[in-house]
């Protein structure tokens, strides 16, 4: 392989890391909250809104049911209106961002789902406010299930990241479509899918530790 | 404490021990209903300070829902809570959210925060009240010695036993100093040591800081164990109650009998099947002796009083609240009606209760 392949398997790697993480922290911060509302607003949640919990729902479901590629194309208006541009490794950290809050926020809530509501309750019946149950109880609780989920959105990231080569963001996926596909280099598919299998395995690896690492209940299978 | 002297008194255990404080708790015909079904019809309940006050019933007879009344996470539909003497009908949220720090709680999955050491678990009351980091270690210390877990204020949860976990709870229930504790079937998910010595230490605690305590069972076990008072809960309505030597002595409603039936001698089967209503050869009374009747030798007694010979069946004498609590199943022959009657009366004024069953008619 030419080093300027190599140069621009770098350039590409970065292009994706970059994507990934910038989406990715979106999602946190955007998405953990709003999973934060669909159980809070939920049913017998610590601050029960069932209309606001089925508009919030509804949004988080169209979000989550268009198709990427459609959604890539569809958000170019925002995305200039954003960013000042619609194409570029930026420009498609948007369209990655707004499908990934909703992914995330589905996930968040189950995590949050998957807190014993006799904590909550234990909480309450000590005189815990809202912020406490949500401080003390579900985040400290649920933080296994989080980073866990939060690896999963990471790697959908990743792939999803190819798509947006379309809008010239660069990346892996983008390098493997335009170099392995279109011009038959076949050497260039080949590295790019064992580099994507590496950055997803390692990836993973990190996600794993780190979230049993947290756990202390004995779920996630380690000693606390 | 009235409930361990010996005397047959009623009227000095009704007395609450300080006229001048409010009750802890005082319900005031309660009702709640969820839609159709009703969960609490009409409950009116004082727990006293410094009681233990067991309420029993089986499931779905309305224990979770009072519970949950008392602390105001749920609303009665009529009726009046008091806490401390404060009706708490009338506070929001955020002004019941300190009386409920007033109310340590006690759970049957004991509820501790899986992410939190034995230390931070019992902490979080203290760091709810907005306790300094250095106070609340120190309180935190004095209450894992208390609970006897001097040395696992680091360990998780899950690296704790069954009953280890629920004394961590009980450090966590008792530390903001609550006026009440709360026990919800906080020993139905233990094996049976590990629940007598979770409600030793409930009993020391209530006498060596005398703390009110509402143990919520379904087990007579635990309230006999414990409890000064006890209240039965049936459908939501309280069935029954007193203290519970006498309760245990001569219970009056249906499911406090049906409760009670493991700790109670019954008559035999081979008897009770070939028993008919009526009077007969061989006639069966059963007959409660309470205390110091249950001292008396009371066979002899009738014998030389009314010279009726009974034979005792089956029977015998337990120590509830450290009295006698006896139920004696005695066979007397009830051909002559005179003979008998006169027995009878004998019986009922040594006893607490006499109750004829009928007799039994023999195979041949």
Wanted: charged share 20%; aromatic share 4%.
């Amino acid at each position: 392989m030419s080093s300027t392949m190599i140069e621009l398997l770098w350039q590409s790697l970065l292009e994706t890391v970059v994507m990934t993480v910038a989406a990715g922290g979106v999602s946190l911060a955007l998405g953990l909250p709003l999973g934060l509302l669909l159980i809070a607003t939920d049913r017998g949640g610590i601050w029960e809104q069932i209309a606001l919990n089925r508009v919030v729902g509804a949004i988080v479901n169209a979000g989550r049911s268009i198709p990427f590629i459609i959604l890539l194309v569809a958000v170019i208006p925002l995305t200039r209106l954003i960013v000042g541009t619609s194409i570029g490794v930026v420009a498609a950290i948007v369209p990655l961002s707004i499908a990934a809050i909703p992914y995330y926020a589905r996930i968040a809530e189950l995590s949050f789902r998957e807190v014993d509501p006799g904590l909550v309750e234990a909480a309450r019946a000590m005189g815990g406010n809202r912020w406490t149950i949500v401080s003390e109880v579900l985040i400290p609780e649920a933080l296994p299930g989080l980073v866990a989920g939060f690896t999963v959105t990471l790697v959908t990231l990743i792939g999803a990241s190819a798509m947006a080569g379309a809008v010239g963001s660069g990346g892996l996926g983008d390098l493997a479509i335009r170099y392995g596909y279109q011009r038959f280099e076949t050497e260039v598919m080949i590295v790019v899918v064992v580099v994507l299998i590496a950055l997803v395995c390692a990836l993973q690896w990190v996600g794993d530790w780190t979230a049993m690492r947290l756990d202390k209940s004995g779920r996630f299978g380690a000693e606390p | 404490m009235n409930a361990l002297t010996g005397t047959f008194d009623p009227s000095t255990i009704e007395t609450p021990s300080d006229s001048s404080e409010p009750p802890v708790i005082r319900l005031n015909a309660v009702t709640k209903r969820f839609g159709a079904t009703t969960a609490l019809e009409q409950v009116s309940l004082t727990i006293r300070r410094g009681e233990v006050l067991g309420l029993i019933g089986r499931s779905g007879a309305g224990k979770s829902t009072l519970i949950r009344c008392l602390n105001g996470l749920e609303r009665p539909d009529s009726g009046e809570v008091e806490v401390d003497g404060r009706s708490i009908a009338d506070l929001g949220e955020r002004e019941l959210q300190p009386l409920r720090r007033r109310i340590g709680m006690i759970f049957q999955h004991f509820n501790l925060l899986s992410a939190k050491t034995a230390a931070d678990n019992i902490a979080l009351p203290l760091k709810i009240e907005g306790q300094k980091r250095a106070a609340r270690r120190a309180r935190v210390a004095e209450l894992l010695d208390l609970v006897g877990l001097a040395d696992k204020g680091d360990a998780y949860p899950a690296q704790l036993s069954g009953g280890q976990k629920q004394r961590v709870g009980i450090a966590r229930a008792l530390a903001a100093r609550p006026a009440l504790l709360l026990s919800d079937e906080a020993t139905s998910a233990l094996d049976p040591e590990t629940t007598d010595s979770i409600l030793a230490l409930l009993k020391d605690i209530n006498r060596a800081l005398d703390l009110t305590i509402l143990l919520i069972t379904h087990e007579m076990g635990a309230v006999r164990a414990i409890a000064d008072r006890v209240a039965v809960l049936d459908g939501g309505r309280i069935v029954e109650q007193g203290p519970v030597w006498q309760v245990f002595a001569t219970p009056h409603s249906a499911t406090t009998r049906s409760l009670l039936r493991a700790f109670q001698p019954s008559l035999p089967e081979a008897l009770a099947t070939r028993l008919v209503p009526g009077l007969g050869r061989r006639s069966v009374l059963k007959v409660v002796v309470v205390g110091d009747q249950a001292r008396e030798p009371l066979l002899a007694e009738l014998a030389l009083a009314v010279g009726a010979r009974a034979s005792l069946l089956h029977g015998g004498v337990d120590t509830v609240q450290g009295r006698a609590v006896g139920a004696l199943f005695l066979e007397l022959d009830g051909r002559d009606p005179t003979n008998f009657a006169a027995a009878l009366e004998f019986l009922r004024q040594r006893a607490s209760e006499v109750e004829e069953l009928g007799h039994v008619v023999d195979d041949d």
